[in-house]
Each structure stands twice: as structure tokens, then as C-alpha cells.
């Protein structure tokens, strides 16, 4: 209990008679990554809301760090942070009149030296001047980081930090949170459409769709949910064995040329593929496969193929 | 409660207005305009009638301090909700009494340094001074009508909570549809009898009721600035109550998570 960063025992949220959130349970420990992930309306955006206290939940116990968020608002608050792309901060403003205020919100010691070292951290200084919405979007992105952490949190809750951001900026983004995770043990529940992202930072993904978790694993254990992969074979020899033998085995296959044959199958069958065609007189000159990733996984609950309930 | 919090939303307050073409000409053009305006009629209309010109510019006056304090009260939500900047105030220790506290400080401040410097002006440029119904008179005029427009702001700063931005008009218009029954510029006496009651449940209509009289003579109607008082107090202690419900019910059904789009 005691390395527990949050804790959540059957969060519910119904909107009438719709049930957004079917009291799903799950834990973030200090210094874990956890990753949110489903489609829209899967009711990860509605659960972030209730952690942070701005939506009421229909029933259901959060607790931070051990106390009952409910119970202890301004306790939790002032020991977890959050960052979001759709959330911005005043735009008339500037960077450090936005700094400063939130400074003064969280109650920071030596508070202008805070915002000294985090914007030369986050190489903001040369915007401290400008207005918000004056900035980029990669600018806003680093500037809300900076906001996130004026406080020395334990426990960021960032939902979708990095959309809107090119590949580079977001590539930029993520290795700067990986840092301050590595340098802080911080631990962060983390919403993303960006599969490779998720793969990239978080520990544990916890899949939602329609409210529920329907899986919830290391990213590693989740792509192994998905048994199918693909196997492109590029071969010299008569391609009419080859269908022959794919043909006997039941295998699900399509000719992409007349030497080259891709197959969906099984991970563990394809060693056997490859054998067995050899053993045919063909000559393999070529092997790729492709093994499922998380987004796999994502689109297979998704769109509800295959789905297994490993919680 | 915390200092540095109510700090920080007031520092954020005073960033936002001086940096806002719309809050200053909300603010300050729009009074000084009034001022000015009323003033040159004050100034025809004196020489026929200066009792009749006199309760017109004083009841413009005072209104200020209603239009400004409730103004202010009610904005700031506003102006975080545009920028989407609502949700993350409420997501650090902010608690909702200390959050109503700076508004209440900020519209109480913002009006009471507009109305002295347009009073200086209407002193200055038409020699109407509205001193001279006595310090003390002016200061419970002032502390009234600001409890008043705190509890008016309050109400429709929940309104805006539970209902969203598309009530964010009445943030800034909402307050004059009293104003013909609160008796700013005539006595109560003009009203139909079926409307005076609800004129003498109103806390400003004893207040702007002593102000005519205290221009004849200023000595401090004791007995209408504490029913204003005593009003006030119940107005308040319901808007917070109303504010509290509304609050509560934007969270549960999600506007206000919902108000930033």
C-alpha cells in the first residue's frame, strides 16, 4: 500500500441511464508508468476527470498516496499534477505571469528560482516574455510541462501530451519526460493514441473500451494476446508447390508476385513454414515477418476481434 | 484558506486586465464615458431642476459600483473558460471559497478605485460632488452595494458553471434588469404598489433611497442602511448556497469539465 501512488476501487460514472465508466479498479505505483488507452468513448478522458476532482463520480473510491481523494482534495492535489494538450493555460498572459500564478496555486517555495532552473531545463527561457497564445504548439507543449512540475509532483496525469505535436517535437517531448521519470521517480498515468509512444514509456497499459478495462498487461504481454504474424517469403523455385503446400496446411496465404508469398499464421508455426517449404526442393531467398504490435492490440479491442479478457 | 492561492488568482486577475483591450474598455472606458456623458446633462438639466439632474448623476454613479463589482466577480471564470485554463486551476489545492474569495477581492478593489477616480471626475469636470453626502454615508453605500453585486456575481457565476458559456452574457448584462426596480435614479414612491415590495426587498434601493436624502442632508439613515445590511447578509449566504448546488450539479453531469469545449 504504502509505494502506492493512486489506487482506484470500482470508479463508476453514469449519465442517466448511460454508463460511461463501469467501476473499473486499478493501481499506480511510484515510479510506474501507466498507460490509458482505448478509443474514443472508451471513457478515459471521463476517468481523468474524475481523478482530478473536476467531474463527481456515481460511485466508487479514489485514494492518493494512501487517503481518500474525496476526503483529502487539497492534500492529494498538492502532490499530483497534470498536463494535457486540450487544456491550455490563459492565453493573455504571459509564460511566467502563467508560472507565477500557478506557483502561488501550489504554494512553491523560492518560487522565481523554481521557474528559473525548470524553464532553462526545458529550454523555455527565451519565452518567459511572450504570451501563451503566442506559442507553438511544441512551445505550449514544453511550457505545460514546465506547469506540470512547478509543484515537485509524485504523480503526473497527462492526457495525450504530445497530440497535435509533429513527430520530431513529439519524439523531443517524450524523451524529456522519460529524463525527469528517470531523474525523479516520478510516476505518470499517461493517455495516448500513439501506440509506439505507449510501448515506448509505460510499464503497464490498461485497456478500456465501453467503460470497462478489458485488458490490462506490460505492453510485452499485450502483443502477445495477438497470436497472428505475418510471414513474407520470397522464393526461387515452382510456385505451384508452394500453394500446394500452404494449401494442406490450411493456411491463410496471398501470392504478392509470382516468387513471393505472404502468410497468416500462428507466430509459433512459422519456423514450421519455412522448414516445410524447404523440404518442398524451394529455395527461400528471402524471409520477413512481422510480428503484432500494440496497436494491434489496440485496433483487435477495438473493433472487438479476438477479444480477451485478461484482467 | 490560503493567502498565496487568493495571491495567485489575483495576480492572474491583474495580468489579465491590464493586458485586455476588452477588460479595460469594459472597465474603465465604459464608466468614464457615463461619467461624461451624464455629466454635460447633469450640467444642462441642473439649472432647471438640480435636485431632479443630481439623483440622475449620483444614481450613474453608484451603478458603476454594481456594474463593476459584479462584472469582475462574474468574468474571471470566463476568461479562463475561452482560454481553456478553467480546468487547471481546479485540478491544483484551489478550494472553491478561496476561488470566490479573490473574485470578491478583485470586484471590490476594481470598483472602488473606478468610483473614486470617476467621482473626482464629475467633481472636477462638473462640479458635481458626490462627497458631500458624508464619508461614512458613502463608505456604507459603497460596502452595500458591493455585497450585493458579490452575491448577484456569485449566483451568476454558477449559472455559467452549470449551464456553460452560452450564459456568459449575463455576466455583463444580467444585473440591469433590476435597475428599474432597485430605484437608482427615482424614488420607490414611482413605482406601481405591486412592485415596490419587490423594490423594498432589494438591498440597493435603501441605498440609493438614503443617498437622494443624504444630498439634502447627510446624516447616515441608520435604520434603511441596516435593513440593506441585513438583506445583504441573506442574499449572500443564498447565493453561496445556490452557487454550492449549481457548483455540484456542473460536476456531476460533467459541464463543467464540458465548459471548455
Given at each position: 500500500?504504502?509505494?502506492?501512488?493512486?489506487?482506484?476501487?470500482?470508479?463508476?460514472?453514469?449519465?442517466?441511464?448511460?454508463?460511461?465508466?463501469?467501476?473499473?479498479?486499478?493501481?499506480?505505483?511510484?515510479?510506474?508508468?501507466?498507460?490509458?488507452?482505448?478509443?474514443?468513448?472508451?471513457?478515459?478522458?471521463?476517468?481523468?476527470?474524475?481523478?482530478?476532482?473536476?467531474?463527481?463520480?456515481?460511485?466508487?473510491?479514489?485514494?492518493?498516496?494512501?487517503?481518500?481523494?474525496?476526503?483529502?482534495?487539497?492534500?492529494?492535489?498538492?502532490?499530483?499534477?497534470?498536463?494535457?494538450?486540450?487544456?491550455?493555460?490563459?492565453?493573455?498572459?504571459?509564460?511566467f505571469?502563467?508560472l507565477k500564478?500557478?506557483g502561488?496555486?501550489?504554494?512553491?517555495?523560492?518560487l522565481d528560482k523554481k521557474i528559473v532552473e525548470l524553464s532553462?531545463?526545458?529550454?523555455?527561457?527565451?519565452?518567459?516574455?511572450?504570451?501563451?497564445?503566442?506559442?507553438?504548439?511544441?512551445?505550449?507543449?514544453?511550457?505545460?510541462?514546465?506547469?506540470?512540475?512547478i509543484?515537485?509532483?509524485?504523480?503526473?496525469?497527462?492526457?495525450?501530451?504530445?497530440?497535435?505535436?509533429?513527430?520530431?517535437?513529439?519524439?523531443?517531448?517524450?524523451?524529456?519526460?522519460?529524463?525527469?521519470?528517470?531523474?525523479?521517480?516520478?510516476?505518470?498515468?499517461?493517455?495516448?493514441?500513439?501506440?509506439?509512444?505507449?510501448?515506448?514509456?509505460?510499464?503497464?497499459?490498461?485497456?478500456?473500451?465501453?467503460?470497462?478495462?478489458?485488458?490490462?498487461?506490460?505492453?510485452?504481454?499485450?502483443?502477445?494476446?495477438?497470436?497472428?504474424?505475418?510471414?513474407?517469403?520470397?522464393?526461387?523455385?515452382?510456385?505451384?508447390?508452394?500453394?500446394?503446400?500452404?494449401?494442406?496446411?490450411?493456411?491463410?496465404?496471398?501470392?504478392?508476385?509470382?516468387?513471393?508469398?505472404?502468410?497468416?499464421?500462428?507466430?509459433?508455426?512459422?519456423?514450421?513454414?519455412?522448414?516445410?517449404?524447404?523440404?518442398?526442393?524451394?529455395?527461400?531467398?528471402?524471409?520477413?515477418?512481422?510480428?503484432?504490435?500494440?496497436?494491434?492490440?489496440?485496433?483487435?479491442?477495438?473493433?472487438?476481434?479476438?477479444?480477451?479478457?485478461?484482467? | 484558506?490560503?493567502?498565496?492561492?487568493?495571491?495567485?488568482?489575483?495576480?492572474?486577475?491583474?495580468?489579465?486586465?491590464?493586458?485586455?483591450?476588452?477588460?479595460?474598455?469594459?472597465?474603465?472606458?465604459?464608466?468614464?464615458?457615463?461619467?461624461?456623458?451624464?455629466?454635460?446633462?447633469?450640467?444642462?438639466?441642473?439649472?432647471?431642476?438640480?435636485?431632479?439632474?443630481?439623483?440622475?448623476?449620483?444614481?450613474?454613479?453608484?451603478?458603476?459600483?454594481?456594474?463593476?463589482?459584479?462584472?469582475?466577480?462574474?468574468?474571471?471564470?470566463?476568461?479562463?473558460?475561452?482560454?481553456?485554463?478553467?480546468?487547471?486551476?481546479?485540478?491544483?489545492?484551489?478550494?472553491?471559497?478561496?476561488?470566490?474569495?479573490?473574485?470578491?477581492?478583485?470586484?471590490?478593489?476594481?470598483?472602488?478605485?473606478?468610483?473614486?477616480?470617476?467621482?473626482?471626475?464629475?467633481?472636477?469636470?462638473?462640479?458635481?460632488?458626490?462627497?458631500?453626502?458624508?464619508?461614512?454615508?458613502?463608505?456604507?453605500?459603497?460596502?452595500?452595494?458591493?455585497?450585493?453585486?458579490?452575491?448577484?456575481?456569485?449566483?451568476?457565476?454558477?449559472?455559467?458553471?452549470?449551464?456553460?458559456?452560452?450564459?456568459?452574457?449575463?455576466?455583463?448584462?444580467?444585473?440591469?434588469?433590476?435597475?428599474?426596480?432597485?430605484?437608482?435614479?427615482?424614488?420607490?414612491?414611482?413605482?406601481?404598489?405591486?412592485?415596490?415590495?419587490?423594490?423594498?426587498?432589494?438591498?440597493?434601493?435603501?441605498?440609493?433611497?438614503?443617498?437622494?436624502?443624504?444630498?439634502?442632508?447627510?446624516?447616515?439613515?441608520?435604520?434603511?442602511?441596516?435593513?440593506?445590511?441585513?438583506?445583504?447578509?441573506?442574499?449572500?449566504?443564498?447565493?453561496?448556497?445556490?452557487?454550492?448546488?449549481?457548483?455540484?450539479?456542473?460536476?456531476?453531469?460533467?459541464?463543467?469539465?464540458?465548459?471548455?469545449?
Amino acid at each position: 500500500m504504502a509505494d502506492l501512488c493512486l489506487e482506484v476501487n470500482n470508479l463508476r460514472k453514469n449519465f442517466g441511464t448511460f454508463e460511461a465508466v463501469k467501476g473499473i479498479s486499478f493501481s499506480v505505483k511510484k515510479g510506474q508508468v501507466v498507460g490509458l488507452l482505448g478509443p474514443n468513448g472508451a471513457g478515459k478522458t471521463t476517468t481523468i476527470q474524475m481523478l482530478l476532482g473536476i467531474m463527481l463520480p456515481t460511485s466508487g473510491v479514489v485514494n492518493y498516496f494512501g487517503k481518500n481523494f474525496s476526503k483529502h482534495r487539497q492534500e492529494s492535489l498538492q502532490r499530483i499534477n497534470f498536463a494535457s494538450a486540450f487544456n491550455t493555460l490563459q492565453g493573455r498572459n504571459t509564460v511566467f505571469e502563467n508560472l507565477k500564478a500557478f506557483g502561488l496555486l501550489y504554494e512553491v517555495k523560492n518560487l522565481d528560482k523554481k521557474i528559473v532552473e525548470l524553464s532553462e531545463y526545458f529550454e523555455i527561457t527565451a519565452l518567459m516574455n511572450q504570451r501563451y497564445w503566442d506559442l507553438s504548439a511544441g512551445q505550449k507543449t514544453r511550457v505545460n510541462l514546465v506547469k506540470s512540475l512547478i509543484n515537485d509532483p509524485e504523480l503526473i496525469l497527462m492526457d495525450e501530451p504530445t497530440a497535435s505535436l509533429d513527430p520530431d517535437i513529439a519524439d523531443k517531448t517524450l524523451t524529456l519526460i522519460e529524463k525527469l521519470r528517470a531523474e525523479r521517480n516520478l510516476s505518470l498515468l499517461f493517455t495516448s493514441h500513439n501506440m509506439n509512444e505507449v510501448t515506448r514509456i509505460c510499464d503497464e497499459v490498461i485497456f478500456l473500451d465501453h467503460g470497462s478495462i478489458v485488458a490490462q498487461d506490460t505492453p510485452l504481454n499485450l502483443t502477445k494476446l495477438i497470436t497472428k504474424a505475418y510471414l513474407k517469403l520470397t522464393f526461387e523455385g515452382d510456385h505451384k508447390k508452394v500453394e500446394s503446400y500452404l494449401t494442406d496446411k490450411n493456411l491463410k496465404f496471398e501470392f504478392k508476385g509470382k516468387n513471393t508469398v505472404a502468410v497468416e499464421t500462428e507466430e509459433s508455426l512459422i519456423p514450421k513454414i519455412i522448414f516445410g517449404i524447404g523440404e518442398e526442393k524451394i529455395w527461400v531467398l528471402d524471409i520477413e515477418v512481422e510480428k503484432p504490435n500494440l496497436e494491434d492490440v489496440f485496433l483487435t479491442f477495438a473493433r472487438k476481434e479476438n477479444k480477451t479478457d485478461v484482467t | 484558506m490560503s493567502l498565496s492561492r487568493i495571491k495567485g488568482l489575483l495576480l492572474q486577475e491583474f495580468y489579465i486586465t491590464y493586458q485586455s483591450l476588452e477588460v479595460i474598455m469594459d472597465l474603465l472606458f465604459f464608466s468614464i464615458i457615463t461619467t461624461v456623458t451624464f455629466g454635460f446633462f447633469y450640467s444642462y438639466t441642473s439649472s432647471t431642476d438640480k435636485t431632479l439632474a443630481s439623483y440622475l448623476y449620483m444614481g450613474l454613479l453608484m451603478m458603476e459600483i454594481i456594474r463593476i463589482t459584479q462584472y469582475t466577480t462574474s468574468l474571471n471564470a470566463l476568461w479562463n473558460i475561452w482560454s481553456r485554463n478553467l480546468s487547471n486551476l481546479f485540478v491544483t489545492p484551489l478550494s472553491i471559497t478561496e476561488y470566490l474569495a479573490a473574485q470578491m477581492i478583485s470586484g471590490a478593489v476594481k470598483a472602488g478605485v473606478i468610483f473614486v477616480l470617476i467621482s473626482f471626475f464629475a467633481n472636477w469636470l462638473f462640479q458635481f460632488n458626490i462627497f458631500s453626502v458624508g464619508i461614512l454615508n458613502l463608505f456604507l453605500f459603497y460596502i452595500n452595494l458591493v455585497i450585493f453585486s458579490w452575491s448577484f456575481g456569485i449566483a451568476v457565476l454558477g449559472i455559467i458553471f452549470k449551464f456553460g458559456s452560452r450564459f456568459s452574457a449575463f455576466a455583463w448584462s444580467l444585473v440591469f434588469l433590476l435597475q428599474p426596480i432597485m430605484a437608482t435614479f427615482y424614488p420607490v414612491s414611482v413605482l406601481p404598489k405591486a412592485i415596490q415590495y419587490i423594490s423594498y426587498s432589494l438591498p440597493p434601493t435603501y441605498v440609493f433611497e438614503s443617498a437622494r436624502a443624504a444630498l439634502v442632508n447627510p446624516s447616515v439613515n441608520w435604520y434603511h442602511l441596516s435593513i440593506s445590511f441585513s438583506l445583504n447578509i441573506f442574499y449572500f449566504v443564498l447565493s453561496l448556497w445556490f452557487f454550492n448546488q449549481m457548483f455540484k450539479a456542473s460536476k456531476e453531469t460533467g459541464q463543467f469539465a464540458r465548459n471548455e469545449g
